[in-house]
């Protein structure tokens, strides 16, 4: 999987989707790295809510998710 800069929309953050994903998908996600946060969000919705983890919760998701 490789990532993409997406284009946000007046954000600090620089949001990254996946190559996988295409403008008319079904479901789409963004992660965005900030100092000590991993920022998660909807890309229909750039505006709408965000999550955030902290460095060694997403380094845990990342490994549980790329062994199952």
């Known amino acids: 999987m490789s990532v993409k800069p997406s284009a946000g929309h007046g954000s600090e953050l620089k949001w990254f ?3 996988y994903s295409t403008d ?3 479901a789409c996600v963004e992660v965005a790295s900030a100092l000590g946060a991993i ?3 909807d890309s ?9 983890f902290g460095v ?7 490994s549980y998710a ?3």
């Open 39 to 41: 920022h998660i969000r």
């Open 17 to 19: 989707k996946s190559s």
């Open 44 to 52: 229909k919705i750039e505006q709408g809510p965000q999550l955030a």
């Open 66 to 68: 790329a062994d199952h």
């Open 56 to 62: 060694t919760g997403w380094a845990a998701f990342v």
């Open 24 to 26: 008319d998908g079904p």
